[in-house]
């Protein structure tokens, strides 16, 4: 996070001044952890609980598909801070695996691996990768490659005998080649067969993280006048995450003569409502705000609200 931290330092610097006189508002960035949400999170509090992948050697040998399920597993216990090789991996033939309406094989399967849930990784399929060139601000120009990747993952309960969860499962493994690598498509293809590994084992680690919960680091931003206590006191209250404290110091400054600052107390209740999770009410404040004074950063924050809406209503 430094790289970010830094800009942040420069545009509190660039922004420092934002209004005239002796009152001057200041941009406060902060982070947040914020939970991104997921059609099933596989819970392994309560019961052992298994990778298990099938191969085919006419497309990937055991050796190859025990790597994604053996990353899916640490991803798994990274997630819920578990010990290594408390979940665990294993490897079938895809012609043992008839689904889940095979009750005697899958409590076999559940006696072998000594694991109650049963996370089952099957018709696991790389694609024909492709290679493109790509410019990033901070890496500069590169060659990038692309490999599409697909799954079927099912989670099947084998004491309670119940499907928990299916799905087809498409992502793609995203990566730069080396500069003395990206002359040639053999030479691609050379470095891409170097690294055959760790493309099985990001793969297992994105199936994985298909249930599991996942963390984001998000950067957000308050707006102080630490010179009034009032505000500044709203300001440390918001910063020990007690946000409905925070709330009660800045509405009344939401009805100020001034313009500007009404808009700012509108923009951190906006912002104090979408920490508390309510993005409609958040959507209200945001809308307050610039209605009385609009600013970048408004604009900004209405439109990450916006998209956030419509994810939860999709």
Known sequence: M??????????????ALMLTGCATPQLMPF??????????TLDV??????????????????????????AAARKVEEANALEEGEVGAFTIPASEFKGTSDKEYLEQLMMTTGSGLLAIISDIDFGQGTVSRTYNSFLGAGTVAIIPTKAHLTIYDAIADTTLFQSAITDSIKFRIPDEYAYSTQSVQEYV??????????????LASKVCENWIEEEWMLIDYPQESAWHTAYKHAMDFKWEDAIKEWMPMTEDQNSEKASFAAFNIAVACQMLGNTDLAENWITYARSRYDFEQAGQLHKYLKMKKNKSQN
């Open 31 to 40: 982070n947040v952890d914020v939970l991104q949400p997921n059609t099933f």
């Open 45 to 70: 509090e309560e019961t052992p609980a298994a990778f298990v992948a099938t191969y085919s050697d006419d497309k990937l040998d055991s050796a190859e598909v025990a790597t994604v399920a053996l």
């Open 193 to 206: 067969d170097k690294c055959d590994s760790l493309i099985f084992a990001a793969f297992g680690n994105r």
């Open 2 to 15: 430094k790289r970010f931290l830094s800009r942040y330092k420069l545009a509190l610097a660039l922004a």
